[in-house]
């Protein structure tokens, strides 16, 4: 639930655009079983994202959302559909396997941390939740299911390997989510994602969240969304204002040296450093490691029990280094991130805005670190295109 600081709200065509509205969570009549969680995470205020879109969830609306990670998205579905649930009878014979709402997201990360959040805020409902996602044994998600779920988080891939196992229904659904559609399409599920749809009740609520609209993403909000209510705020193009952009002209052998005297600058810093590939991560973390810094690798390739592990242990700051291809990009949701490292400068200036999006959360100040080697200047004169800004040029 946390904001980035000083959100810029700017118009994007074909959307509406949030106003900053003050409120409390108690103006948005959401149960007190939830304004109680709330309370207990610690939150007073609703971001723009939750004011504006709370109300038409809850009045059944579909809803197109143009949001990044950190706007408060998760919360801004999850109340809303904690209360729908709570407040309605299961309609038809909800029991067993049989899902009253289906979250579905692109990473295993963001899957776990969507489930974290409606445990927390469904604390006090008795709404029964589950998640499932590749990359681990079937078995205890199967038994998840057979106890009883009302919502469901999943990923495509292993949401379809239980539907064609007759593990778990959708003919009871009642809400649909999509959430980081535009990475959905990215990484080539919109075809699973279809699929997933013909089982899904044609009579339903469906709330779709992109941090971006390409037209593949707008083809197919127009062929599931009813009347929706367009929902945006934080232009992907418009980073928090509490963040300072650094660069650093170096060439790529002189990078490792020159990211283990930063990192030495402030020993006691949670750092996420972002490479080009999953070799290139692991091949940084050993040197990390070799030299005494405390830092873990996060890719596709790795376990889903040492992806886990890894987050864990960064969370805790027990690990304050990770290291990560943009797998986690948007997927990872941790606050208290002092700094990002591009390491390797991306092509795509949009994932250079997302990488930074894990720092200067809340209001929080932060620090993005960009390393450009000769080869890479195009993608820093692209990233400076989309800011509208030069990043602050730094020496080793």
């Known amino acids: 639930m946390a904001s980035s600081g000083a959100t810029r709200v700017r118009h994007i065509r074909g959307l509406g655009l949030l106003k900053k509205v003050r409120m409390r969570f108690e103006d948005l009549r959401l149960s007190e079983p939830l ?131 007759r593990l778990v229904s959708l003919d009871a659904a009642e809400i649909l989510v999509l959430d980081e559609a535009d990475r959905m399409l990215d990484m080539g599920f919109l075809p699973d994602v279809r699929r997933i749809l013909g089982q899904v009740p044609r009579q339903r609520q469906t709330l779709l969240f992109s941090a971006t609209m390409p037209r593949a993403i707008r083809q197919l909000a127009d062929s599931i969304l009813h009347d929706a209510v367009p929902v945006q705020v934080a232009r992907v193009s418009s980073p928090a204002a509490t963040v300072a952009h650094w660069v650093y002209h170096v060439e790529q052998p002189e990078k490792p040296k020159l990211l283990m005297r930063l990192l030495a600058r402030t020993p006691r810093s949670r750092a996420l450093v972002f490479t080009r590939t999953k070799h290139g991560a692991d091949k940084l973390t050993r040197h990390l490691v070799q030299a005494g810094v405390r830092a873990a690798a996060l890719h596709g390739n790795k376990s889903q029990g040492a992806r886990t592990r890894a987050l864990a242990e960064f969370r805790s700051a027990q690990t304050p280094v990770l290291v990560a291809t943009d797998i986690a990009a948007r997927g990872l949701d941790v606050d208290g991130i002092a700094q990002v490292f591009n390491y390797d400068l991306t092509p795509d200036p949009e994932t250079y805005v997302h990488r930074i999006g894990r720092t200067g959360r809340a209001g929080a100040t932060g620090t993005a670190v960009s390393f450009c080697s000769t080869q890479e200047r195009p993608n820093l004169v692209g990233i400076e295109r989309l800011l509208r800004a030069a990043l602050q040029r730094a020496t080793a």
Do not use: M, W
């Open 35 to 165: 304004l109680r969680a709330v309370r207990t995470a610690g939150y007073c205020t609703p971001t723009p994202i939750q004011s504006t879109a709370i109300p038409h969830v809850l009045a059944g609306r579909d809803v197109l959302g143009c949001a990044q990670t950190g706007t408060g998205k998760t919360a801004a579905f999850a109340l809303p559909i904690l209360h729908r649930l709570s407040e309605s009878a299961p309609r038809g014979a909800a029991s067993g396997s049989r899902v009253r709402a289906l979250v579905l997201c692109p990473t295993r990360e963001l899957a776990q941390q969507i489930h974290v959040s409606f445990q927390t805020y469904g604390q006090h409902t008795g709404i029964r939740q589950a998640v499932v996602y590749g990359g681990v044994n079937q078995s205890p998600q199967v038994r998840a299911l057979r106890a009883g779920v009302d919502i469901l988080t999943a990923t495509p891939g292993r949401l379809l390997d239980l539907l064609s196992q």
